[in-house]
């Protein structure tokens, strides 16, 4: 039996008093591909967050990795969170490059500082990933110079540079042109492809259905109910899986048709 790479176990998260997370229980498997969907406002980023450290929950465990990250609200050292975190990679919608550095110094420079790897070994790292990623050409471009698609590409690149157990996705093309989008789903396909453990936030209701071994929906901070995307798509057990997806299928149609 495979360890799960990520176990969430009682999983409880409140801001300001405000319940965000409610007993979550979530094992990600080696190579597997989870897709979190749900309406805005249901806690998916939060969730996703609790799993590198970003946000600390109150409740439960978690497990990445073999490793405790968090334990009845007690988290790892500081010196040990760091080091868990290089095998979780993650990428925001935001992107989050640093604006003064080169694509290429972008990429390099978590191997650098974080790992020690010498400068000739990142650049030709860096320069693999990104051919992965379809962006030989623009090593020595500056953020500011680059489509959005092209930022968040480079933003998956470089959290690949640290060589991570699992990836984690938030919402990766929420703040992307439309047209942008089919770029970065394309990378994230590929990953998927290669065997790359991954948890995905997103309300790309295609990708989820091609690409997930389960889709988990959430709402109101609970996990609804989860399962193979045929059976969350096709014949969903909740009603209000139900009725979020044809929310979705509307507010699709009515994009298509405007």
């Not at 030709?124 to 590409?153: C, F, I, N, W, Y």
């Amino acid at each position: 039996m495979n360890q799960p790479i990520i176990k969430l176990s009682g999983l409880g998260k409140s801001f300001s008093g405000n319940r965000i997370l409610h007993s979550i229980d979530l094992e990600v498997l080696p190579s597997q591909v989870i897709v979190v969907i749900g309406p805005s406002g249901s806690g998916k980023s939060t969730l996703l967050r609790c799993c590198n450290g970003l946000e600390v929950a109150e409740e439960g465990s978690i497990e990445i990795c073999a490793r405790k990250l968090l334990t009845n609200g007690n988290m790892l050292p500081d010196h040990d969170l760091n080091h868990l975190r290089e095998q979780v990679g993650m990428v925001f919608q935001s992107f989050n490059l640093f604006p003064h550095l080169s694509v290429l110094e972008n990429i390099t420079v978590g191997p650098r500082k974080i790992q020690g790897m010498d400068k000739q070994g990142a650049e030709e790292l860096a320069r693999a990933l990104l051919s992965k990623v379809g962006l030989s050409h623009k090593a020595d471009s500056m953020p500011a110079t680059l489509s959005g698609g092209q930022k968040q590409r480079v933003a998956i690149a470089r959290a690949l540079a640290m060589k991570p157990k699992v990836m984690l996705f938030d919402e990766p093309t929420s703040a992307l042109d439309p047209e942008l989008v089919g770029e970065v789903l394309q990378v994230m396909k590929a990953l998927a492809n290669e065997g790359m453990t991954m948890m995905v936030v997103t309300h790309e209701m295609g990708f989820a259905r091609e690409v997930a071994d389960i889709v988990v929906v959430m709402d109101h901070g609970r996990i609804v109910e989860s399962g193979p995307p045929d059976k969350i798509f096709v014949n969903p057990r909740e009603e209000r899986t139900r009725s979020f997806l044809q929310a979705v299928l509307t507010r699709n149609a009515q994009s298509s048709a405007a």
